[in-house]
């Protein structure tokens, strides 16, 4: 939440609607600032955690929806009970949900990309390697 010319701006959507008209080095100071970042030189390391902390807040958010996609898969019928299971078991996809754990969705995505389960189809492949990409934050 911030004040800006006498009026408190409280969500995102918000202070976009306030923003829009001004030139994008001064909008991109009113984020950080609503952010709670400093709008002074940052270190690295301050980059850094501004950027995993991003990702550790939706890291969750992608994960539940890559499963809500496997459930919304199984009770269509294109994936079987047992399909979910073994796909659950599969060494690669492991890997590739510890890289997300880990906040390491670049790793994550070089996964996906070699991935050769037959279930993940090329759509489903595409679409979870989006899902990382929006959320790189560099």
Same mark, same amino acid.
């Given at each position: ?13 918000? /202070? ?5 008209? &001004? ?20 270190? /690295? ?41 073994? &796909? ?14 880990? &906040?390491?969705?670049? &790793? ?10 037959? /279930? ?11 899902? /990382? ?6």
């Amino acid at each position: 939440m911030i004040n800006w010319k006498g009026i408190w701006i409280k969500t995102k959507d918000q /202070l976009e609607a306030a923003i829009s008209n &001004l030139p994008e080095i001064d909008k991109q100071s009113l984020r950080n600032e609503f952010d709670g970042f400093s709008n002074k030189s940052q270190t /690295l390391e301050e980059i850094d955690k501004a950027k995993y902390m991003k990702r550790a807040a939706v890291k969750d958010v992608i994960i539940a929806e890559m499963a809500t996609e496997n459930m919304t898969r199984v009770r269509s019928g294109r994936w079987s009970v047992s399909d979910l299971v073994g &796909l659950t078991q599969d060494p690669m996809l492991k890997l590739i949900l510890d890289d997300i754990n880990t &906040l390491s969705f670049e &790793l994550a995505v070089l996964k996906l990309q070699q991935v050769s389960n037959p /279930l993940i189809t090329r759509e489903i492949r595409e679409g979870w390697i989006r899902k /990382l990409q929006s959320h790189f934050y560099n």
